[in-house]
């Protein structure tokens, strides 16, 4: 019971910082090492307080904390560069470390059960893993609009242009390549 007490915490902290898209790339060096040192102690502490459970509690206890410990960090990576690939780590690391937390609980149970609690785990999985390819395209295709966007900007602020001339034609095409960031 504690344990699945303690997972349900671990994720609802997970899905906090996840849909906390605004942390990201606004940390410093200095608060990037200090939150790397902390998840490394919180990790330590979280394994051993595992220590405390026997049997498959402790090896699902300890799959718990290796599961905390990677979101965190990828979260952390993430927060600290604000890169979309790194978005999607965190969504892929996510999916693999609550699959495997998943799959150590299924060791508990008997024959049957315990292969449908492993085959929902891995369709769980799945598609986890799904939404994170999704989510990688649709940023790309965002990405991609976005430019055409600009591009489509960029030629419609030279075609105003094409009604003036001399300087202050060039000075106008000047603005526009500096505007939408052309060459």
Sequence with gaps: MMIAKHCKTTLAIAALFAASGSFAATMNHADYTSAKDRIEADFKADKSACANYSGNQKDVCQEQAKAKEKIAKAELEYNYTGKASDMNKVATTRADANYAVAKEMCDDKGS??????VSEAKAVHEKALADAKLNKKVDAARNDAADDKRDADYKMATEKCDSLSGDAKAA?????????NKS
């Design 112 to 117: 049957n059960a315990k292969d449908v609690c």
């Design 172 to 180: 106008c095409v000047s603005a526009a390549k500096a505007r939408f």
